[in-house]
Nanobody, 123 residues
Framework: QVQLVESGGGLVQAGGSLRLSCAAS????????MGWFRQAPGKERQFVAA???????YYADSVKERFTISRDTAKNTVYLQMNSLKPEDTAVYYC?????????????????WGQGTQVTVSS
């Protein structure tokens, strides 16, 4: 049973930065793809960023050049560095993972999910 635990959310002013962390436990994660999704009130969950287990990274157009996903394989932890935050980045951010990924930007491709962490960006 895989467990994903996020941390690092909070309240920040527009233009500020936050770093989210997601620690995975429960199995060996050699071929485990991990990503981040977010969901704002009244909106569907949307793809933010992902790192395939072979190392390739993917970003939503809305966060390119501002967000960076990285991974510490020794700690089974993935990070999301968020810079130049905007009020429209306000959402609950979810960490997700899967051993079998075909379309990395689709939420229903991921089998494991964290509980979510709130990110609020004030204007």
């Amino acid at each position: 049973q895989v467990q994903l635990v996020e941390s690092g959310g909070g309240l920040v002013q527009a233009g500020g930065s936050l770093r989210l962390s997601c620690a995975a436990s429960g199995r060996t994660f050699t071929s485990y793809t991990m990503g981040w999704f977010r969901q704002a009130p009244g909106k569907e969950r949307q793809f933010v960023a992902a790192m395939h287990w072979i190392g390739m990274t993917y970003y939503a157009d809305s966060v390119k050049e501002r967000f960076t996903i990285s991974r510490d394989t020794a700690k089974n932890t993935v990070y999301l560095q968020m810079n130049s935050l905007k009020p429209e980045d306000t959402a609950v951010y979810y960490c997700a993972g899967s051993f079998t990924i075909r379309t990395i930007r689709l939420a229903n491709e991921y089998n494991d999910w964290g509980q979510g962490t709130q990110v609020t960006v004030s204007s």
